[in-house]
């Protein structure tokens, strides 16, 4: 019998959030778990996003907070609040790109503007294992190209300009360890 996990939030600087993460093999009963307690690491911070690095585990699982985003968004509210993403694919992007201020709950108290493409379609598996497709713009969309940055070992800071960067890793490093 496995023991019960406990998972944290994974502040930069951390070698973990600079690596590639693993596709998911299997969806299982352990790993749905691990979805729902990063929804509730989600909630207990006011993410809207959370990917698996984000609490140490580097398999290619996204948590979405998809109700807050349609009332941001304005669209109809989904029937479930969590869109559970696993294993994404990206296959359209818009040529538009559009711009907006971006934070991260590993990088705390850091925000900056990022350009990302207006729109994507992506391909993935809920975790019940069936293979769905997703057209997002807005909010939704620039969330899930975040989290899909976070499994390919990207933070948004790499988008932002060496010094930049440099500053927000200072500043982080500066910080206490959060509880
Ligand atoms: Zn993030």
Known sequence: METKRKLTLVIEPDPILHQVSEEVKEITSDLNDI?????????QFDGIGLA????GILKRMIIIDAETIAREDKIPLPNERYL?????EIIE??????????????????YYTVERPERIRIKYFNEKGEELH????????????HEID????KIFIDYVGPLKRKL???KLKKMKPRK
């Not at 979805?35 to 909630?43: F, P, R, V």
């Not at 790109?97 to 705390?108: I, N, V």
């Not at 976070?150 to 070992?153: A, D, E």
């Open 35 to 43: 979805l729902d307690e990063m929804a509730s690491i989600m909630g």
């Open 52 to 55: 698996a690095p984000q609490v």
């Open 84 to 88: 559970k993403i696993i294993n994404p």
């Open 93 to 110: 992007v818009s040529r538009e790109t559009c711009l907006k201020e971006e934070g991260c709950l590993s990088l705390p108290t850091i």
């Open 134 to 145: 997703l057209d997002a713009d807005g909010l939704l969309a620039r969330c899930i190209e």
């Open 150 to 153: 976070h499994l390919n070992g």
């Open 168 to 170: 927000a890793i200072s």
